[in-house]
Every structure is written in structure tokens, then in C-alpha cells.
């Protein structure tokens, strides 16, 4: 599934990932199952396919769960700090794909709006993530030792 949760008509893609408040590049998809679809075409027409499989999936979960809109929830984490944000989860515009990069194991791309890079050896689609304006940052202390916490709360059943 595109999504981990709906509220309302609104499709949540949940992504947790280490930050330094830089852009960065995210996995949101895998096509392993795909791969004969694609492997023998050019860079820009892998691309493509890979580009439309994703869109197929965002319009199952539309039809399926009656979607409106979707977006990603991201708690980027950083020395100390929670960052939470927002960011869309939108269909890729196929028509305007240009490559950026390309090499014979990653093909990085955008389609006009965002950034993403296909990893060809790994059928992963990632996709850029940057907290322009996070909506909460919480400062965390992170704990070193996290199972020795665990054990002194004396949880019965672990």
C-alpha cells in the first residue's frame, strides 16, 4: 500500500528517518516484482514505467479507501531533536520527466515539482525530503543504553 493510515479522506504515508536539515532522499516504493516491465528499456523510459507503477498504486488506495488527498507525515531526527513535517505525496507527472543524473545503478530525476532517484539494482523509488518549515520540532534525549531502560521499567511479559 501507498499509505500507512487514512484520516478522513486524507491517505498518510508515515516516514521516520535520520536528518541533518538538508534535503534527502527517502525510500518510498519497491518494484521487484516489476523488473522484467522494465530492465531491458533506456534510463528515461525505466523511469516512466517505474514513474506510472507508482501513480497505480496512489489511485488503488484512492479507489480503495475513497482518498482525496495524500501526504507524508516525517519525523526526521536529529542530535537531540524531533523535526516533524509535512510533505505531499503526489502522483508523478510522467509528461514531465527529465533525468538529472543517471549512471547504470541509480537514475535520479524529477518531475518538474519534486526529486527522485531510482535505485536500479534494488527496484527502489526514492523520493527527496526537505522540512522547509517543520510544523514541531521536540527536543529528545536519546537514552544510550535503551535496553537497560527497558529492563528497569520491570514490564511484566519481556
Known amino acids: 500500500m501507498a499509505i500507512d493510515a487514512r484520516k478522513d479522506n486524507i491517505g ?20 521487484n516484482r516489476a523488473l522484467s516491465t522494465y530492465s531491458s528499456n533506456d534510463a528515461l523510459e525505466k523511469v516512466k514505467i517505474i514513474a ?13 479507501f475513497d482518498i ?19 510533505d505531499s505525496m503526489p502522483k508523478i507527472q510522467t509528461e514531465n520527466i527529465a533525468l538529472t543524473n543517471s549512471d547504470n545503478s541509480l537514475v535520479r ?20 525530503f526537505y522540512a522547509q518549515a517543520p510544523s514541531f520540532i521536540q527536543e529528545v534525549k536519546i537514552h544510550t543504553d535503551p535496553f537497560s531502560l527497558i529492563d528497569s521499567m520491570n514490564i511484566e511479559g519481556l
Open 68 to 86: 482525496r488527498t495524500t501526504i507524508y507525515h516525517c519525523i526526521a531526527r536529529t542530535p537531540g531533536k524531533l523535526i516533524i513535517f509535512e
Open 12 to 31: 498518510i504515508g508515515i516516514k521516520t528517518f535520520v536528518y541533518n536539515n538538508k534535503p534527502k532522499y527517502e525510500k518510498i516504493a519497491e518494484f
Open 52 to 64: 506510472g507503477l507508482r501513480n497505480e498504486r496512489i489511485e488503488l488506495v484512492e479507489r480503495t
Open 109 to 128: 530525476f524529477t518531475d518538474g515539482v519534486h526529486k527522485y532517484a531510482f535505485n536500479v539494482s534494488k527496484s527502489t523509488l526514492f523520493k527527496e
